[in-house]
T-cell receptor
Framework: AQSVTQLGSHVSVSEGALVLLRCNYS??????LFWYVQYPNQGLQLLLK??????LVKGINGFEAEFKKSETSFHLTKPSAHMSDAAEYFC????????????FGAGTRLFVKA | NAGVTQTPKFRVLKTGQSMTLLCAQD?????MYWYRQDPGMGLRLIHY???????AKGEVPDGYNVSRLKKQNFLLGLESAAPSQTSVYFC????????????FGEGSWLTVV
């Protein structure tokens, strides 16, 4: 069964530091992978997605993620954290079956220190 | 643009009461979903629909029912609320295709006392 695992339920970085949020997937077929962000008291919104066009995917707000098939990973990075990046981030995979169900990781809460 | 709209946003129920959460989307999407979000567990799929008049069970369907009488609406019902159903509920919709984005409502906070 396809699933995603996010390593680290909480990540804390200083403003201006590198952000690295880890996601590993399990899939028997080429996956469609997503990163979503959730700001407090809001729904989830798309940051970026991998759909096999390019392994390095750029998203909104300066985030990017690299699909590494050999490592079954899709880690999210941002070179320089901003206070406004504080939020919860979810990695997700969409099943290529009836219903196109999307399976989410448990989430990683990012804290940004001034 | 409205996108996905959920009502109500907040509700407190007593154990055993019933209620319905309404989800409406204006993007003409075929697929609609109800998730619940609990701390440390991410989002778990309750039920979903692949088109008007269809529904299917997700990962955690027990205690919930759904209906999709119109393409734009997806209702989530709790027949007899239990404290374990205290959660944040999110409705979402998408068009077909694994690479397509799923769009979320802003959530409904439900507390069962």
């Amino acid at each position: 069964a396809q699933s995603v695992t996010q390593l680290g339920s909480h990540v804390s970085v200083s403003e201006g530091a590198l952000v690295l949020l880890r996601c590993n997937y399990s899939s028997s077929v080429p996956p469609y992978l997503f990163w979503y962000v959730q700001y407090p008291n809001q729904g989830l919104q798309l940051l970026l997605k991998y759909t096999s066009a390019a392994t390095l995917v750029k998203g909104i707000n300066g985030f990017e993620a690299e699909f590494k098939k050999s490592e079954t990973s899709f880690h999210l990075t941002k070179p320089s954290a901003h206070m406004s990046d504080a939020a919860e981030y979810f990695c997700a995979v969409t099943l290529n079956t009836g219903g196109f169900k999307t399976i989410f990781g448990a989430g990683t809460r990012l804290f940004v220190k001034a | 643009n409205a996108g996905v709209t959920q009502t109500p946003k907040f509700r407190v129920l007593k154990t055993g009461q019933s209620m319905t959460l309404l989800c409406a989307q204006d993007m003409n999407h075929e697929y609609m979903y109800w998730y619940r979000q609990d701390p440390g567990m991410g989002l778990r799929l309750i039920h979903y629909s692949v088109g008007e008049g269809t529904t299917a069970k997700g990962e955690v369907p027990d205690g919930y029912n759904v209906s999709r009488l119109k393409k734009q609406n997806f209702l989530l019902g709790l027949e007899s609320a239990a404290p374990s159903q205290t959660s944040v509920y999110f409705c979402a919709s998408r068009s077909g295709g694994s690479g397509n984005t799923i769009y979320f409502g802003e959530g409904s906070w439900l507390t069962v006392v």
